[in-house]
C-alpha cells in the first residue's frame, strides 16, 4: 500500500516545491503541521485511479491566497472542519476521497490535514500537474466541467457554498472571498465521481513529486538529469515585488560573469529571459534551486546573494496538447510584468 | 619593546581557548596569545590582555575591542547558562501547532517553560484577526511564570509591519511591574514567517542569561585597565554591536565565530576566494569565501538543530578537533564526535592522561613534546594512518560543499598545528599566525549603518532605495568606517500588502572597514 508517512512526507514536500515552479507556496507552512498530526493520527493511505469507484465523491482541496500570508498567518487544523461537515451533510452516502487540487507547492499537502483527522484516503492526482497562478489553469476548467457546488472557509469557522452558472465568476468570486478572510481561504472545488475521473485528474501527481523529491536529495545529480533542462546558474543579484490583485507579482535578477538572467513571476515563475531574450517559460516548469542544499526556492523565497541553478523541467503532456497550450503558453500569456 | 601606536584588539573566545589579537593601522599582527579557558569567561579574557601588555602593547593606545564568542551557540548546544522561556503569541485565530515543534527534543525540554496564546494580531491589512483584550495579557504572564519562565518571548502576527500589539504587550508588562523580567519582540529578531521569527525570539530570549553572567561586568573591569576603547561585539553578519546591544539581542552573534573565521584566514592569505577548514578543539567549520566574502545560505538556516531565518554563512560542520578522542575499531579509527575539550591539558596522552586525541598524533608525527608532557606511546605506522583518514574525511566534506577542485583550501584554527606539512597538498595553506584566524577576523570587523524604515516606493522605486542606500552608507560613515570600503550587504523588503504606493518597510545595512588612524 502506498502511503505518505513520516519518512517519506519530506521528500513529498521537496518534489511538490520542484513542481510548483516557484509557485504555490514552500510545503513548510504545511509540513509541521502535517507532522503535529502524524503524531496523533498515524499516516494516509494513497490510493490510485484503478482503486476509484465509480461513485467515489472525490474532493479537490487547496488553499487560496498570497504564500507569504500563510507563512505568517499559519494555518489550523481545523480550516477545512465547516467545510467537510457541509460536505458530509450534502452527500451522506457516499465515499469521500480527498486529491491535491494543486500538487505544486503547499497544496500538495493540504488535504493531508482531513486525510489524518477524518482517516481519509488520498488520490494519487491533482487538477494540474504543476502550479499556476489561477483557477481556471486546470484540466477540468479547460475541458469546461462544472465546477459546482464549490466550497470555500477560512481560519476562524466560517464556510460558505457557492453555485455559480459561469466558470469565469469562480476565479472573481473565491478571491473575493479570499481577501474578506484575510487572503487566506480553504476551497473544495470541481468535486467529481470516481467514474468521470478522466475529465479531471492529471493521473500520478503524487507518485511524481515522491520521485522528483528523492533526487534531489543530490542535487549535482538532479540537474544533469534527462528529465531537467539547465538554463544557467549564477548569484541572486535583485528580487522585486509587489502585491497586486492577490498575486505576487515580481521578478528576479539572476547573475554571473557571462549572462544575465531575469525570471518573471505571478506567484509562479512563468518566464526566464537570458541576456534579454525569452528563452523558456510556461507550460514548462522553472526551478530555481539553491546549489548548496537542492532545495528550490519558491518566489515569496527569493533572497539577494544566494547561489542557484535555474532548471526547466518539461510541462505535463495535458498542457501541451493544442487545445489547452494557448492558456498557459508563455508566449501568448498576458503576463503583468513588473 | 613597547608601541606606541594605535591598535584594535580582536578576542575569540572559543570552547578551549581565548585567542587575542593585536591589529595596527595597517592590518597587520603586532602581537597575539592563546589562553587556555577556564570556568569564568571575563577572567580569561581580562588574563589574556593582561599577557599582551607583557608584551609591549599599550592600554591606553587600545581603539577598541572586538570580540568574538561562540558563547550563545555553545551554551545551545549543551544547554548551559539558559533561561527557561514563556512563550506568548497574540494569534486570534490561534494556531494548534505549538511553538519548538519541529525542535530537537532536548533542545525543548530545556528551552521551552510554557506557551500560551491570546487575542489580537494583524491580517495582512493592519485590520485586528480578533479583539485584542489587556488583561489575557496578565493571565497568560501570570501562568508562563507559574510554569517557570524567566524569560518572555512575544510573538505577533505580522509584527514585522504592525508592530502596535507587541509594544502594547511589552508595555503592559513593564508597568505591571514584574520586575526586570527579560522580554523579546519578535519584531526585533526576525522577518516575516511566523515559526521562524518565533523560534529567533525564543532563542534571543533564552540566550539573554548567558550574555548577561558573561558580560555585564567586563566594561568596568576593562576600565580598571586602562582600556577606554568602544568595547563591541562581532555579530553574524561581519559587523560590530554594542555590548549594550548584544544584552539585548544576543541572536545577532550567534554565527560571529564562523563569520570572524572565514574572513580573517582570507585577509591573513591575502586571497579572495578559498575553502577554509577552521578546526578548533572539538569541532571543524569548513566555509567558502567569494569575491572577499563568505558564502550564505538560504533563509533555511539552522541554529543547533533549530530552524531560523537568519541568513547565516553557509558551512559544514565535522566533529573532529584537536581534543578529538580517537578510538580504534576493527581495521580502521574513529575520530570523536567527542573531545576532551578543554581537558586537553589533563586527559590527553600527551599530558599522561587516557584519551588518544589528535592532539596525541600530530605529536608523535612532528616528534614534539609539549612543554610539561610527554611524547604518547603511539606507533609512527599507527600515527601516519590515523592522520591519512583525518585528511581524507576533511577532503570529502570539501568535495561535497564544491566543485572547482582549483580553489586553495586554508587551514586555520589551533587544532590545524596538529597535522604535518607532508599530509598537506600544493593546494593547501597554512597562512602566518593560523592559529588566530578567527581573533584576528575579530579584529577586523566592519562598521555599519543601517536603515530600517516604512517608505512608499512608488514609481521613483530605484530612486527611493538609492535614497535609503546613500542614508545608510552615510550611517556607517558617522560610526566610523572607511569610505572607499563601503557597501552595501543587506537589502530587504517586506511590501505592505494591498497598500497603496508600493508602502514597503525597507532594511538596509552598509558596512565598511574601521578607520584606524594613529594619533
Redesign the interface.
Not at chain 2, 558564502?295 to 533555511?300: A, N, T
Given at each position: 500500500m502506498k502511503t505518505l508517512n513520516p519518512t517519506n512526507l519530506m521528500a513529498y514536500s521537496l518534489g511538490a516545491t520542484l513542481l510548483g515552479s516557484g509557485g504555490g507556496g514552500h510545503p513548510k507552512i504545511l509540513y509541521d503541521l502535517i507532522s503535529y498530526l502524524m503524531d496523533t493520527h498515524g499516516i494516509v493511505k494513497i490510493i490510485s485511479i484503478s482503486d476509484l469507484k465509480e461513485d467515489d465523491l472525490v474532493v479537490p482541496l487547496a488553499m487560496v491566497g498570497a504564500p507569504l500570508i500563510f507563512s505568517e498567518k499559519i494555518p489550523n487544523a481545523c480550516m477545512f472542519d465547516e467545510l467537510y461537515t457541509n460536505i458530509k451533510k450534502e452527500y451522506p452516502h457516499k465515499r469521500i476521497v480527498l486529491m491535491p487540487a494543486e500538487i505544486g507547492g503547499c497544496n500538495a499537502l493540504t488535504p493531508m490535514i482531513l486525510a489524518l483527522k477524518y482517516s481519509l484516503p488520498i488520490l494519487d492526482a491533482d487538477l494540474i500537474g504543476r502550479a499556476f497562478p489561477k483557477i481556471n489553469m486546470c484540466k477540468p476548467a479547460v475541458l469546461k466541467r462544472p465546477c459546482n457546488p464549490t466550497y470555500v472557509s477560512d481560519l476562524m469557522g466560517n464556510s460558505i457554498r457557492l453555485d455559480l452558472n459561469r466558470l469565469e465568476l469562480l476565479e472573481l468570486m473565491v478571491r473575493d472571498i479570499t481577501v474578506r478572510f484575510g487572503s487566506f481561504s480553504g476551497i473544495a472545488t470541481f468535486l467529481f465521481d470516481g467514474k468521470n475521473a478522466d475529465d479531471y485528474v492529471i493521473e500520478g501527481s503524487i507518485s511524481q513529486a515522491l520521485e522528483y523529491g528523492k533526487q534531489l536529495s543530490i542535487p549535482r545529480d538532479f540537474i544533469s538529469s534527462i528529465q531537467t533542462t539547465l538554463i544557467g546558474d549564477g548569484v541572486i543579484t535583485d528580487v522585486y515585488h509587489e502585491m497586486k490583485n492577490g498575486f505576487l507579482l515580481g521578478h528576479t535578477i539572476i547573475k554571473n560573469n557571462e549572462n544575465h538572467y531575469k525570471i518573471y513571476y505571478q506567484n509562479e515563475y512563468l518566464k526566464i529571459s537570458k541576456n534579454g531574450v525569452d528563452v523558456d517559460g510556461s507550460p514548462n516548469i522553472i526551478a530555481i534551486i539553491e546549489k548548496k542544499t537542492g532545495q528550490p526556492l519558491t518566489s515569496e523565497a527569493l533572497v539577494y546573494g544566494i547561489d542557484v541553478y535555474i532548471l526547466t523541467i518539461n510541462a505535463p503532456p495535458f498542457w501541451t496538447s493544442p487545445s489547452s497550450l494557448p492558456i498557459v503558453n508563455y508566449k501568448l500569456l498576458d503576463l503583468e510584468t513588473l | 619593546m613597547t608601541y606606541d601606536k594605535s591598535y584594535i584588539l580582536g578576542i575569540d573566545i572559543g570552547g578551549t581557548h581565548v585567542d587575542i589579537v593585536a591589529i595596527d593601522t595597517n592590518e597587520s599582527i603586532i602581537a597575539f596569545h592563546k589562553e587556555p579557558v577556564s570556568e569564568h569567561i571575563e577572567n580569561c579574557i581580562l588574563r589574556a590582555i593582561k599577557q599582551l601588555l607583557n608584551k609591549g602593547i599599550q592600554a591606553k593606545h587600545c581603539k577598541a575591542i572586538h570580540l568574538g564568542t561562540t558563547l550563545g551557540i555553545n551554551s545551545l548546544l549543551e544547554l548551559k547558562s539558559l533561561y527557561r522561556v514563556g512563550v506568548l503569541r497574540i494569534?486570534?485565530?490561534?494556531?494548534?501547532?505549538?511553538p519548538a515543534?519541529?525542535w530537537p527534543i532536548e533542545k525543548k525540554k530545556n528551552i521551552i517553560a510554557s506557551f500560551e496564546t491570546i487575542n489580537g494580531?494583524r491580517?495582512?491589512?493592519k485590520?485586528l484577526?480578533?479583539e485584542f483584550n489587556p488583561s489575557e495579557v496578565h493571565g497568560a504572564i501570570d501562568k508562563l511564570l507559574t510554569q517557570g519562565a524567566e524569560s518572555i518571548a512575544i510573538i505577533g502576527?505580522?509584527s514585522p509591519l504592525y508592530s502596535n500589539d507587541e509594544d502594547r504587550v511589552a508595555q503592559i508588562i513593564t508597568d505591571a511591574g514584574y520586575g526586570d523580567l527579560p522580554i523579546t519582540l519578535s519584531r526585533h529578531v526576525g522577518g516575516?514567517?511566523?515559526?521562524e521569527r518565533e523560534n529567533n525570539t525564543i532563542i534571543n530570549a533564552t540566550l539573554k542569561k548567558v550574555f548577561h553572567n558573561h558580560f555585564l561586568d567586563l566594561e568596568p573591569k576593562l576600565k580598571k585597565l586602562d582600556f577606554n576603547g568602544e568595547v563591541l561585539i562581532t555579530q553574524n553578519n561581519g559587523t560590530l554591536l554594542s555590548l549594550q546591544q548584544a544584552l539585548q539581542f544576543p541572536i545577532k552573534t550567534i554565527s560571529s565565530g564562523p563569520t570572524n573565521s572565514l574572513n580573517g584566514a582570507c585577509k591573513l592569505a591575502k586571497l579572495r576566494q578559498a575553502i577554509v577548514i577552521d578546526i578548533g578543539g572539538t569541532s571543524t567549520e569548513i566555509g567558502v569565501i567569494e569575491d572577499g566574502f563568505p558564502?550564505?545560505?538560504?533563509?533555511?538556516a539552522t541554529i543547533a538543530g533549530i530552524p531560523t531565518n537568519f541568513?547565516l554563512p553557509?558551512l559544514e560542520v565535522l566533529a573532529l578537533g584537536g581534543g578529538s578522542i580517537i578510538r580504534r575499531q576493527n581495521n580502521s579509527y574513529v575520530i570523536g564526535p567527542d573531545s576532551v575539550g578543554s581537558q586537553l591539558y589533563g586527559e590527553s596522552q600527551s599530558f599522561h592522561g587516557n584519551q588518544l586525541t589528535l592532539f596525541d598524533v600530530g605529536n608523535v608525527l612532528l616528534n614534539q613534546i609539549p612543554e610539561n608532557g610527554i611524547l604518547p606511546s603511539l606507533s609512527k605506522t599507527e600515527a601516519t594512518r590515523i592522520m591519512k583518514q583525518v585528511i581524507e574525511q576533511l577532503q570529502n566534506k570539501v568535495n561535497d560543499?564544491f566543485?572547482d577542485d582549483k580553489v586553495v583550501i586554508l587551514f586555520v584554527g589551533g587544532g590545524s598545528q596538529n597535522i604535518p606539512d607532508e599530509y598537506l597538498n600544493e593546494i593547501h595553506q597554512r597562512p602566518l599566525h593560523y592559529q588566530v584566524a578567527n581573533a584576528y577576523g575579530a579584529a577586523l570587523a566592519e562598521v555599519c549603518g543601517t536603515v530600517d524604515a516604512i517608505h512608499q516606493l512608488g514609481e521613483d522605486?530605484q530612486g527611493v532605495i538609492d535614497k535609503l542606500e546613500q542614508e545608510a552608507i552615510n550611517q556607517a560613515l558617522a560610526n566610523g568606517a572607511e569610505i572607499k570600503s563601503i557597501r552595501i550587504i543587506?537589502?530587504?523588503?517586506l511590501?505592505f500588502?494591498?497598500m497603496d504606493n508600493?508602502l514597503t518597510r525597507v532594511i538596509i545595512t552598509a558596512a565598511g572597514k574601521k578607520l584606524l588612524i594613529d594619533e
Open positions: - | 494569534a486570534g485565530h490561534h494556531p494548534d501547532l505549538p515543534f519541529n494580531g491580517e495582512y491589512n485590520n484577526i480578533s502576527v505580522f516575516l514567517g511566523f515559526i558564502r550564505y545560505s538560504s533563509s533555511g541568513m553557509s560543499i566543485i522605486r543587506e537589502k530587504r523588503l511590501p500588502y494591498y508600493q
